[in-house]
């Protein structure tokens, strides 16, 4: 530039510049202050012996013909003491960037804010104007939810891109619903965000980056981004339904068809913003100053506070934070009562009434200790002493309520006159008769039972089933030992995948006897299993025939692979509805099971279920020769 400028510094005695933004390839972008408007404004600078110069002064005039609420206008360009300069309107947001940095956005919401870029870009294709750098930072959403395009045909400029860009903005819109499903960049513009990974040069789809993505905006992204080359014949051979978009409007219709009622999505965009960066949208309502009293002014407090309100609850609304003058004692509080009338002049009185406290309760007695044994009698007295007024017995004491004078027995009630029980309970020696027999019965059971088993008899007395006869030596027939068998026909199976296989072109080469040729699964960035974005993958071998399959033997490359054996009758078109014959898993590169007896059918279903881990970090699993023995 011909001389520096610095924060403070006017342009064209207009613009203040106020912070430095970004400084790249001999171009700066400021905010800067507007001082005949009061505004703040955006301001690309640039020097003007620069040979982007002419450009960027080009696309600032094809930028200002463009009439949309979503971009971010040109409001002035000029070239002022050795500078050029294009005014930009300024915007406040979050750019897609930084939405995408903590995860990748639901399906809809990133529909949502792909068919608003598109929609505004088909409006600019119609007059003329590209963008030409159509990346995720040029992408914002505004403190009111709605999304503005930032740099519409200056950043492209800025960046040395001229000329009509209509390939670039079209493939960058898939690029930018590619980011909103996936965090990953997969436009042709240079940005920030981490590239979309890619296989053989073409970049994976959404739904082999992230599970979850619909069907119909995973096709959408494939067909936009593979629509030239080799990858294009492969990408409308997978979305045959799928005609490849090849405008801005074409594409904005079908994600409008797809996100249809769009209420409430920019509500949900702003929610989901990060925290540091909704601080900036938030306005804390103005306080409004309170005067201070004195405490004279202030009225006398009649009305006592009830105890569930404490002065110390956080949630209670206060009064300004003065201090509280403590209630009288409980003793002097008075109650309404009867009005007394002074003698001597007019003056009126209310009856004081004062609670009495109760009286104490009388202190607790001790009750007196107890002897744990009875204490030792005086010399000469016996140890027990009979009850006053209780009958003796022979021996002369009485010393339980049952003793009598005739012996032991029951009294009536109260030890007066005894009760001897002179015969026992009746039904006793019965009950003790039936009980012996019982037990004999019991017994003479189990010896016949005993005895009949000892003589290869059953409970019930019946002789036991003959044993079955021992088939002679001549009658004994050799089974026929299982052979490999020989004209088998294999194809892949992928019934999850969106075309239904899976390297087809290679599933032959496992049943031609050259263990150097392999049929290789499609790279994973997950396990298959229950969470991974496939149950499993696998071959479908046609045995020429039915056939009664033994065993099997797998050359695999790379371990630890799982596998599932399924043999059916029919062309299986998927294993959800078959049970596995065998299942087992290789810890080397060879696999051998060996299937349960009478397993027959013509169709061998060879189901992979985990695949090794391949230095690239991802999951691949790779099959050499399938040897199938069996009669």
């Keep these: 530039m011909p001389h520096s400028i610095r924060p403070g510094d006017v342009l064209a005695d207009r613009y203040r510049l106020v912070d430095l933004l970004t400084e790249s390839g001999g171009g700066r972008f400021w905010r800067a202050h507007d001082r005949v408007l009061e505004r703040h404004v955006a301001l690309h600078v640039i020097a003007a012996d620069d040979p982007r110069a002419p450009g960027l002064l080009e696309a600032a005039r094809r930028s200002a013909m463009i009439l949309d609420r979503r971009i971010l206008r040109v409001l002035d360009a000029d070239t002022d003491d050795g500078l050029v300069f294009v005014v930009n309107e300024w915007g406040s947001g979050t750019s897609l960037d930084i939405l995408v940095a903590g995860g990748p956005l639901p399906p809809r919401r990133a529909a949502w804010v792909a ?10 294709h119609e007059a003329g104007v590209t963008h030409g750098r159509l990346v995720p930072e040029n992408v914002m959403v505004d403190r009111n939810g709605e999304i503005r395009v930032i740099g519409f045909s200056v950043d492209a400029a800025m960046h040395g891109l001229t000329g009509s860009r209509v390939e670039s903005d079209i493939a960058d819109l898939a690029g930018l619903l590619y980011c909103g499903l996936t965090g990953k960049w997969a436009g042709v513009s240079a940005s920030a965000v981490p590239r979309a990974p890619a296989e053989h040069g073409e970049v994976l789809r959404p739904r082999q980056v992230r599970a979850g993505v619909p069907r119909s905006l995973d096709a959408l992204c494939d067909a936009v981004l593979h629509a030239s080359g080799d990858g294009a014949a492969r990408a409308s051979a997978r979305h045959r339904e799928l005609i490849a ?39 804390l309502p103005a306080v409004p100053d309170i005067p201070a009293r004195d405490s004279a002014e202030m009225p006398a407090v009649t009305q006592a506070v009830p105890l569930t309100e404490s002065a110390d609850d956080d949630d209670s609304e206060g009064t300004g934070g003065g201090e509280v003058e403590p209630a009288a004692p409980a003793e002097l509080a008075t109650q309404a009562g009867l009005p007394i009338f002074g003698d001597d002049n007019d003056d009126v009185s209310w009856l004081e009434s004062r609670t009495t406290p109760p009286p104490p309760p009388p202190p607790f007695e001790e009750p007196p200790e107890r002897p744990l044994f009875a204490p030792e009698p ?12 209780a009958a003796t017995t022979s021996t002369g004491s009485n010393f339980w309520p049952w003793e009598s004078a005739t012996g032991p027995g029951r009294t009536t009630g109260r030890g007066l006159t005894p009760v001897v029980d002179d015969e026992p309970p009746p039904g006793r020696s019965w009950l003790r008769l039936a009980m012996l027999i019982a037990a004999c019965l019991l017994l003479l059971v189990a010896m016949v039972v005993a005895y009949n088993l000892g003589r290869g008899k059953t409970v019930l007395g019946t002789e036991p089933a003959p044993a079955e006869p021992t088939p002679s030596a001549s009658a004994t027939s050799t089974p026929s030992a299982a052979v490999p068998l020989g004209g088998l026909v294999a194809e892949d199976l992928d019934p999850q995948g969106t075309d239904g296989g899976e390297n087809s072109e290679d599933a032959p080469l496992v049943v031609d006897g050259d263990p150097a040729t392999t049929w290789a699964t499609s790279s994973y960035n997950e396990q298959l299993g229950p969470v991974g974005l496939k149950t499993g993958v696998g071959l479908t071998i046609d045995l020429n025939g039915e056939r009664t399959v033994s065993s099997v033997a797998l050359d695999l490359v790379g371990s630890p692979t799982s596998v599932s054996l399924y043999v059916t009758d029919a062309a299986p078109d998927g294993v959800r509805d078959l049970e596995p014959a065998v299942s087992g898993t290789a810890d080397g590169e060879s696999l051998d099971l060996e299937l349960p007896d009478d397993t027959t059918g013509r169709f061998l279903v060879v189901w992979l279920t985990a695949l090794p881990l391949q230095d690239d970090g991802r999951f691949r699993g790779s099959v050499a020769e399938v040897t199938v023995r069996g009669e």
């Excluded at 068919?115 to 600019?124: K, M, N, Q, T, Y």
């Design 245 to 283: 978009p090849t405008t801005a409007s074409e594409i904005s219709l079908y994600l409008a068809d797809y996100v249809g009622d769009p209420v409430g999505i920019s509500e949900a965009l702003l929610a989901g913003l990060p925290a540091h960066h909704e601080e900036q949208f938030l306005v």
């Design 378 to 389: 005086a010399s000469g007295e016996p140890v027990r002493r009979p009850r006053p007024g």
């Design 115 to 124: 068919g608003e870029v598109a929609d505004s870009v088909a409006r600019a």
